[in-house]
């Protein structure tokens, strides 16, 4: 299936005509002139692999899908949530996210990122990226410029953070990743980062989404805190149309009714995201519950869901951290459930790598 949606939601407006590997030219053509209804310039046209795509995404009411449906040439016809690119059934390979030093997300190999929620100081960070990476972590995580709840609240060290994050990478051959928050600053994000975050709460901020990926850095995309899977791969849709095929989605917990967790952690979404798309995902327990103790749990849970990595938050003093202390980890309590997220990894035919001799950059 081309994905969960049932055709009878026309009102999201999209028809996706997927030729077959066979198609010609012509019936490429002829389908999407039908497609197009007298509207060319409403059809968008996607290649992979030698086939064919056509996609409408505006009134969708002018083609009949079912006259679509019987045109020579055309494999399918879908309606329904309009991403294409990001849609396994366009490609049913799994993508493979690769970042300088050998990382691969997606692959056999899980990638574990490790860091505090936002650079504080140098000791701080330091500290940490040394203690990540002799526990096995490839990715150095750690916000410079921050989205709190509160404008009173630590808003993060800006350029000065990402310095430091360079430093930490210098010393420990650790890659980065950090959160662009807007397109003014999207620049200086990616001149520092391996992997760009975009939050939360910039899931379904377009232009950024746009400026991010015209970087051409990886994106890492994690999940609005109420939007729902079509609309994350919408999302990862409008990364994908910008040219950067390099995506990685993050499951980092939705809303509930609940408080006594912060989020729910969606478990859900890893196998169904992998089910509607080649993308990589990894998951964010440390957002996803707001509780140190119960990080370990959903990161196991996690791994054996299929993610292909985990986001951690560590600090070196947690009740002293100036955001998100009470979902950080300690040292210790990271090193543990490293060696447990080897077992449950294995057990599930994945591997974490053991923590290398990294040569520095
Ligand atoms: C973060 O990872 O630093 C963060 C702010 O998370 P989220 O966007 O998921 O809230
Ligand atoms: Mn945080």
Redesign the pocket.
């Given at each position: 299936a081309w994905a969960n949606t049932p055709p009878s939601r026309p009102e999201q407006g999209a028809v996706l005509v997927v030729m077959a590997a066979a198609a010609t030219a012509a019936q490429v053509d002829r389908a999407g002139d039908v497609l197009a209804g007298g509207h060319p310039e409403r059809v968008r046209r996607f290649e992979h692999r030698g086939r064919v795509a056509l996609a409408t995404v505006d009134p969708a009411g002018s083609a009949d899908p079912a006259a679509l449906e019987d045109l020579p040439g055309v494999d399918r016809v879908v309606l329904g949530p309009s991403y294409l690119l990001a849609s396994r059934a366009w490609r049913p390979e799994p993508t493979i996210v690769t970042l300088p030093g050998g990382i691969a997300i997606g692959g056999a190999d899980l990638v574990l990122v490790a860091g505090p929620?936002a650079v504080e100081d140098e000791r701080q960070l330091l500290r940490t990226a040394h203690r990540v990476a002799a526990a096995g972590a490839s990715l150095l995580?750690g916000?410079a410029f921050?989205?709190r709840s509160s404008p009173y609240a630590f808003q993060g060290l800006g350029t000065e953070g990402l310095e430091l994050l360079d430093r930490a990478r210098r010393e420990t051959g650790l890659r980065l990743v950090t959160?662009a928050m807007d397109e003014r600053t999207v620049e200086a994000v990616a001149s520092v980062a391996d992997l760009i975050?975009v939050?939360?709460?910039n899931m379904t901020n377009y232009p950024l989404l746009r400026r991010a990926a015209a970087t051409g850095k990886p994106v890492l995309l994690?999940r609005g805190?109420a939007s729902t899977l079509d609309e994350l791969l919408l999302a990862a849709e409008y990364l994908l149309a910008e040219g950067n095929p390099q995506v990685v989605l993050?499951e980092?917990g939705i809303r509930g009714f609940d408080g006594s967790t912060r989020n729910v952690l969606d478990l859900t979404a890893i196998p169904l995201l992998h089910r509607l798309s080649h993308l990589p995902v990894i998951a964010?327990p440390s957002?996803g519950t707001g509780h140190r103790d119960l990080v370990g749990p959903m990161a196991r849970a996690a791994v054996a869901a299929g993610a292909d990595g985990v986001?951690l938050e560590v600090h070196p003093d947690p009740e002293a951290a100036r955001s998100d202390g009470p979902q950080s980890l300690t040292f210790d309590g990271f090193d543990a459930l490293v060696g447990e997220l080897r077992s449950v990894a294995e057990a599930v035919g994945r591997r974490l790598p053991a923590p290398l001799a990294r040569v520095a950059p």
């Open positions: 929620c995580r916000g921050k989205p959160e975050q939050g939360s709460r994690k805190m993050c980092r964010d957002h986001m």
